[in-house]
């Protein structure tokens, strides 16, 4: 993992609308059992984001994504207007009037989703990006934070057999050496947590190395979704050039697959 990558650039860009859009559909599959619920986040980041900063202000990524979406009133899938209700719990209205300038992040929509029955493990890296998480953090209970890559984690958590739940893995792929590692972490992680719905999001970028993350996760996976966010024009930002954002989902729940099913109708008719 590559301590250089700093999420602040890109929070709120058309890529974490995508991967949280799924979060939010699978955690809402999940909360409609009455079973306790384990949650992983492989990649919490620092929790919630400036919109208004300095490093967000320099990509402006999240213009084409978030801030897009966010006044077009003809959006109206239930899982688009449940990521939003979830967005405003974090923005203190002006003037009476809802307002978009913080973005919560995978951890905390998931630390917001949480029951009291349920229980959210988070894993980060980074030190700068883990004080800031422990700072957010302490507003939400049932919360278990890691100082320390996700695969430490995983090797002292899993297995987990017997319970329900699920994990999010967001990695940077700042080492093009990722995209081979992660179908066989993730296919050693699904034996070990049989009941659990895993999620690996990947970037679509002009190298096509995701072609080979994709292909391996098939071939160990069969029954897995794949679901690709293909972006009308490039992102222009630090991270130039990406085309799109693709999400791989073993053992999603029903109830998920539909929600996203009609989300993306939706998203495909939407300028």
């Known amino acids: 993992m590559s301590l250089s990558y700093q ?18 559909a699978v955690l809402d599959a999940l909360r409609a059992l009455p079973n306790p619920i384990t949650w992983i986040d492989a990649h919490a ?14 990509t ?27 967005q ?12 978009l300038r913080y973005y919560a992040g995978s951890s905390v929509l998931a630390a917001m989703m949480m029951r009291p029955q349920d ?3 988070c894993a ?8 800031a998480l422990r700072t957010t953090m302490k507003a939400y209970s049932n919360v278990a934070l890691h100082h320390e890559d ?9 297995p987990l057999h017997g319970t329900h739940g699920g994990m999010l893995i967001d990695p940077s792929y700042e080492c093009k050496e990722e ?8 296919h050693k992680i699904a034996k070990q947590w049989r009941e659990g719905t895993l999620m690996l999001w990947y970037p679509i970028l002009p190298a096509a190395r995701h072609e080979l993350l994709r292909a391996q996760c098939r071939e160990l996976m069969p029954d897995i979704i794949i679901d690709e966010w293909l972006f009308p024009e490039p992102e222009q930002g630090v991270r130039r050039g990406l085309l799109g954002s693709g999400m791989i989902i073993a053992r999603a729940p029903e109830q998920a697959r539909f929600a996203m099913q009609a989300q993306t109708s939706e998203r495909n008719n939407t300028p």
Request: proline content about 5%.
């Open 60 to 86: 402006k990524e999240a213009t084409h994504g978030i801030k897009h979406l966010w006044d077009q009133s003809h959006l109206v899938d239930p899982t688009w207007i449940r990521l939003k209700q979830l």
């Open 45 to 58: 980041g620092r929790g919630i984001y400036d919109l208004e900063s300095d490093a967000a202000y320099k």
């Open 88 to 99: 405003r719990k974090v923005n203190p209205a002006r003037d009476g009037n809802p307002t």
């Open 179 to 186: 995209y081979a590692t992660f179908a066989p972490l993730l």
């Open 7 to 24: 999420h602040m650039y890109h929070a709120g860009n058309r890529a974490d609308v995508h991967k949280h859009l799924w979060l939010v």
């Open 150 to 158: 996700m695969v430490h984690l995983i090797h002292r958590t899993l």
């Open 124 to 131: 980060e890296l980074h030190p700068a990006e883990y004080a």
């Open 119 to 121: 229980k959210l493990l």
